[in-house]
């Protein structure tokens, strides 16, 4: 790794024993990768994890009466450091990805009075040093969307593959502690998906079936996740072109099944104008094709469910549109959900107070669901009391429900999981999903 | 390739972590997840359709193909060192950043790119001593 002088003396101390082990972090991060040099970057997307469940088992008992040392909880989860350091405020501009609860649902989400106390003291300490609590895995719905060739250093696969893919900015999948020593000092190394040469195409996918509705871009992006592995496909014979939407649920299932970290859409993303300005002389590793055979394959690996009585109907995996709480409002307006089941619906803080804003958080919870911000079923871990049997208009929550809450968990269209919220029995499917279309917009969801 | 009983092969490669470790080995083809992925209190593999399901790394020397998963991937192997069950080494073969960040957080020596694939050449059981400074692996075959 070969230093700027003002980067070597960062490391050497001249902005503080802090800022110091995060560029050195950083070194020896960029050295594993065989990265040469590190970039500027102002923008990085993280997770302060020690408020996750899972982490939280590492920090240490905080004395009675005490408050808990967010410094030596940063310093440890965070930067990996045997001491503790006085943190100081972030240089790049930071955003949290999640936090473990709805601070306006923690009753609903049942969740602890310890784990209240551990977000909130999370929250102070994001305060204290200047990351903004935007907590949400999808920071490019609610302005944090960078410039085409912006570096960018950012958590969170679905996120990662979104920027890199729709935007043209470009970040590798960071982790907690680059992530958090990135946003010290301003830094992250210059490797994969920042140099040209990673983000070129090597997989051709011909598509050859009018790929439409949201739930069918999921489960094409799940199938061509489990195919091509971490490499980088390039699409071609897209039909109807895809709405933000569409390429979110695309791309967060791609980046489940098999860790896709860029994509390109011939015609529509930004790097591929033409199946050539993706591929830009890159060997092509092999050429597959999706079609009505490979769609209902896709749909084959989901159905994790025995029963058909469905407790409960998670919705905003990644973290929903105004155009998607739009879509529940419509389809729950006047209808009350089933006794035996819940409705949860997931969306970013700044898009739930525009929502409450029109009504539609009012028609929603009328009906007896409940849209929720900052936090997500399978990573927050929250859930209502008793379920066995979920269900998902999100191929990436229908990949990790299963594994991580060990629910039974079916797959359908938003119209298919608000019905089965409403009626408390399954009745979906990949047949005859898009029935809905005809009640929406041209291009609409489904 | 594998050589006889008590025979030795070099593998040279190049330094992810430096420093020096010797154990037995645990050697599988298949890239292991963090996140659902792995007990990080125990080290063992828990992803129900991996081959080591049920098998821990703690104290061995893990040869693999590289992490897959979530991002979460280098503070589940952070949390294996703080539990005291990391691998004594890690062998891999595809560079990524959770790789990457995953070996410099786990502070055990580390090595890849190397002149022969080591899932061929190491078998688990084999004793293997990584030197992580200077890249190169000696294996002893049992």
Not at chain 1, 18 to 38: I, S, T
Not at chain 2, 16 to 38: K, M, R
């Amino acid at each position: 790794m070969q230093l700027t002088d003002s980067e070597q003396a960062v490391r050497d101390g001249s902005e503080g024993e802090a800022r110091a082990h995060a560029m050195d972090l950083l070194c020896r991060y960029g050295k594993a990768l065989g990265a040469e040099r590190l970039i500027d970057t102002n923008n990085v997307c993280g997770g302060m994890v020690g408020a996750l469940p899972g982490r939280r088992d590492l920090l240490p008992e905080v004395p009675e009466g005490e408050e808990r040392d967010m410094d030596q909880v940063y310093s440890l989860l965070n930067l990996d450091a045997d001491k503790t350091f006085d943190i100081p405020p972030v240089k790049a501009m930071t955003y949290r990805l999640i936090d473990a609860m709805d601070p306006d649902k923690a009753d609903v989400q049942r969740v602890s009075p310890e784990s209240q106390q551990i977000s909130k003291d999370v929250g102070k300490f994001c305060s204290k040093v200047g990351i903004n609590q935007c907590n949400t895995c999808t920071p490019y719905q609610i302005g944090n969307v960078p410039v085409m060739g912006e570096h960018c250093a950012w958590m969170e696969s679905s996120a990662v593959i979104y920027i890199n893919s729709v935007i043209g900015a470009r970040t590798n999948v960071e982790g907690a502690h680059s992530a958090s020593a990135a946003a010290l000092v301003g830094k992250i190394p210059y490797w994969g998906y920042h140099t040209d040469d990673y983000r070129r195409g090597n997989y051709l996918v011909e598509i050859d079936h009018d790929v439409e509705s949201m739930l069918e871009w999921g489960l094409m992006g799940y199938w061509i996740g489990e195919k091509v592995k971490n490499n980088v496909p390039v699409l071609t014979g897209i039909g109807a072109p895809p709405n933000p939407n569409k390429l979110k649920h695309f791309g967060a299932a791609a980046a489940s099944s098999g860790g896709i970290e860029m994509y390109h859409i011939a015609g529509v993303t930004p790097e591929a104008r033409t199946v050539d300005d993706a591929v830009r002389g890159r060997e092509i590793r092999e050429k597959l094709v999706f079609g009505k055979k490979q769609l209902e394959e896709a749909y084959s690996w989901f159905s994790t469910a025995k029963s058909r009585d469905v407790d409960f109907v998670v919705i905003g995996c990644p973290h929903a549109s105004l155009e998607q709480v739009k879509l529940v409002a419509s389809l729950l307006e006047g209808r009350t959900l089933s006794a035996n089941s819940n409705l949860w619906i997931f969306t970013p803080k700044a898009l739930k107070s525009m929502a409450d804003r029109i009504g539609y958080t009012a028609t929603i919870e009328k009906a007896g669901a409940h849209l929720m911000s900052d936090s997500c079923s399978a990573l927050s871990r929250v859930y209502p009391e008793g379920v066995q049997v979920a269900a998902t208009d999100s191929c990436k929550q229908a990949h990790y429900l299963p594994a991580i809450l060990k629910f039974g968990t079916w797959l359908g269209s938003t119209e298919q999981c608000v019905d089965a919220a409403v009626t408390g029995k399954w009745n979906g499917g990949l047949a005859g999903h898009k029935d809905a279309g005809k009640m929406i917009a041209p291009g609409a969801l489904q | 390739m594998i050589g006889a009983a008590g025979t030795k092969t070099i593998l040279k490669g190049r330094s992810v972590v430096d420093g020096v470790a010797e154990a037995e080995a645990i050697v599988t083809t298949q890239a292991i997840s963090g996140f659902g992925g792995i007990d990080s209190k125990t080290g063992e593999v828990i992803e129900v359709r991996h081959e080591l399901c049920g098998q821990s790394f703690k104290g061995k020397i893990l040869v693999f193909p590289g992490a897959k998963g979530s991002s979460g991937w280098a503070s589940h192997f952070q949390s294996t060192r703080l539990a005291g069950a990391a691998p004594a080494a890690m062998i891999f073969k595809i560079m990524t950043t959770k790789m990457a960040l995953g070996a410099v957080v786990t502070r055990v020596p580390a090595v890849t790119d190397l002149d022969q694939d080591p899932a061929e050449v190491i078998k688990s059981g084999d004793w293997v001593k990584v030197d992580g400074t200077n890249g190169i692996v000696e294996v002893t075959h049992k």
